[in-house]
């Protein structure tokens, strides 16, 4: 994959580590997002903008870089 998307990959960490269900809920709706935006990114970098089905979470952000 040639744009790497570590906040899609982020978010949907959450989503398996996130006890709440509010906390699932919003991590699952933002993974997402961030994967369209990795594509968008992918796309005017001019690379094939297909990510993968279940990208794996290893290069996902810490979760103490995400809070103040």
């Known amino acids: ?3 790497d998307e570590p906040a899609a990959r ?3 960490f959450a989503t398996y ?3 709440g269900p509010a906390g699932v809920a919003t991590a699952a709706g933002i993974a997402p997002v961030e994967a369209m ?10 690379q094939y903008p297909v ?4 990208p794996p979470v290893d290069k ?3 979760p103490t ?3 103040v």
Request: charged residues 5%; hydrophobic residues 50%.
């Open 17 to 19: 580590n996130v006890t």
């Open 10 to 12: 982020t978010y949907l």
């Open 65 to 67: 870089l995400l809070t």
């Open 51 to 54: 990510p993968d089905d279940f």
């Open 60 to 62: 996902a952000t810490s």
């Open 1 to 3: 994959m040639p744009a």
């Open 37 to 46: 935006h990795a594509a968008i990114l992918n796309y005017v970098l001019g």
